[in-house]
């Protein structure tokens, strides 16, 4: 079972839509990571965060400890959104690992 | 602006060759760090470094070694290249976690094609 759990694997929109995508982790970290990664490879870090919520434009992750669970949100979708998304968890023993991704494509 | 450098963007190397992925970060970071990218498989780590000379085997080191003689510079090494090591490579450097912001910086990434 992979430490670090991405959910949906894929997700379709319309653009104009409220997006959610989740994050799941099994063990202890100190902060998690949501990154956007665009075709060709080129991989941006969007958030870091270690509790709470961050907003930044039209983008709003949130954490909850005691749930080992983060969201990452996307208002107002646009095709230019279409990426992917990936968390990452820094983990206790300094690892950094990543979830599998979501494929996320938002159609005019 | 954080910078990490990969040596290079796309390689062809031959089945036995030995190959070096040159990864470059410019803002002093401790950690470091080297994964492949696969289809289907999302990024897994192969090695990390938290300090010059230090190394620590990831989820996948097998084939795979590391060198970090200088802190700005974590070279993977591929002794004996083979098929199954085509892949895209990245590489990612951060502060330690607890130094303030952790976050990662990435490489723009190596997509190696071993034949």
């Known amino acids: 079972k992979n430490e670090v759990e991405q959910s949906p694997q894929n997700l379709t929109a319309q653009e104009g839509e409220f997006i959610t995508i989740n994050c799941s982790y099994s063990?202890?970290?100190?902060?998690l990571h949501w990154l956007q990664q665009h075709p060709g490879g080129g991989i941006v870090s969007l958030f870091m965060?270690?509790?709470g919520k961050k907003k930044h434009g039209r983008l709003i992750a949130t954490i909850n400890i005691q749930e080992k669970h983060s969201s990452l949100h996307i208002t107002a979708s646009h095709p230019r959104d279409s990426a992917v998304y990936i968390c990452?968890?820094?983990?206790?023993?300094?690892?950094?690992?990543f979830g599998t991704g979501t494929r996320l494509q938002v159609f005019p | 602006d954080v910078k990490v450098t990969q040596s290079s963007r796309y390689l062809v190397k031959r089945t036995g060759e030995k190959v070096f992925l040159e990864c470059v970060q410019d803002?002093?970071?401790?950690?470091m760090f080297w994964y492949r990218q696969d289809p289907g498989l999302g990024l897994r780590l192969i090695y990390f470094?938290?300090?010059?000379?230090?190394?620590e085997k990831g989820d996948i080191p097998e084939g795979y070694s590391v060198s970090r003689e200088k802190k700005e510079r974590f070279s993977l090494i591929l002794e004996s290249a083979s098929t199954n090591q085509t892949s895209m490579y990245l590489c990612?450097?951060?502060?330690?976690?607890?130094?303030?912001?952790?976050?990662?910086?990435f490489g723009q990434g190596t997509r190696l094609t071993v034949v």
């Open positions: 990612a450097s951060s502060l330690y976690p607890g130094q303030g912001d952790t976050e990662a910086f």
């Open positions: 063990v202890g970290i100190s902060a």
């Open positions: 965060l270690s509790s």
């Open positions: 990452a968890a820094y983990l206790l023993t300094d690892k950094l690992i």
């Open positions: 803002m002093d970071h401790e950690n």
């Open positions: 470094s938290y300090d010059v000379k230090m190394k």
